[in-house]
């Protein structure tokens, strides 16, 4: 019901590439993002990925594809939408939106780098953040020539800072990857606060 004039700043963009010869897993994506698209949340109202996404099933259309189970690379339904959650993920962290919950993989993906990935599983495991602006904001998503891509579209405020993301590895062992990320909050380049976004156990392949 709101027009796209109540959406005239880009707030924050990010993509991710994925391999287009791979038709089920892109399928999967396109079925995920074309669900997100377009999405509007009010000030204060919380986004729930496995909600607006809903069930991966094959009436839904999903189709077979890799996803990590027990610590192995089998085929199943609805694989790869990670991805469009995941790219979701840094979209909203750019846009300085609040993180309600965030679950990382079991091994690190191969389009995000450590501690900027977000799993989910229907039913167990969701992305969810809120909408802590003082105006509505908008999702706007694609997938199409390798590219995921995300833009969340709002009313900029002059409260707002750059955010930037810094993600590194803080240690390793035979069979685990350890990783932290940091969001650090800029206005007029300087720095003016940072937040643990999260600390990451992986296994190793």
């Not at 977000?118 to 003082?134: E, H, L, P």
């Not at 062992?173 to 940072?194: C, H, N, P």
């Amino acid at each position: 019901m709101i027009g796209t004039e109540a959406f005239p700043d880009l707030l924050s963009t990010f993509s991710t590439k994925y391999a287009v010869s791979n038709k089920n897993r892109t399928t999967n994506l396109i079925l995920a993002a074309n669900k997100i698209n377009g999405t509007v949340l009010m000030p204060g109202e919380t986004f729930s990925y496995n909600k607006v996404v809903g069930a991966r099933t094959i009436s839904a259309g999903y189709k077979e594809a890799p996803i990590y189970v027990q610590g192995k690379v089998v085929d199943g339904l609805g694989g790869g939408i990670c991805q469009v959650t995941s790219t979701l993920y840094n979209a909203v962290v750019y846009a300085n939106l609040e993180i309600v919950q965030r679950t990382n993989h079991q091994f690190i993906p191969s389009y995000v780098t450590a501690s900027r990935d977000a799993t989910v599983v229907y039913g167990s495991i969701d992305f969810q953040f809120k909408n802590n602006r003082n105006y509505p904001i908008k999702l706007v998503c694609s997938v199409s020539g390798g590219i995921a891509n995300f833009k969340i579209f709002g009313l900029k405020q002059e409260d707002d800072c750059q955010v930037e993301i810094s993600s590194y590895e803080t240690g390793r062992t035979s069979t685990a990857i350890y990783s932290e990320a940091y969001k650090i909050l800029k206005r007029d380049g300087k720095i003016i606060g940072s937040q643990l976004l999260s600390k990451d156990t992986y296994k190793r392949h």
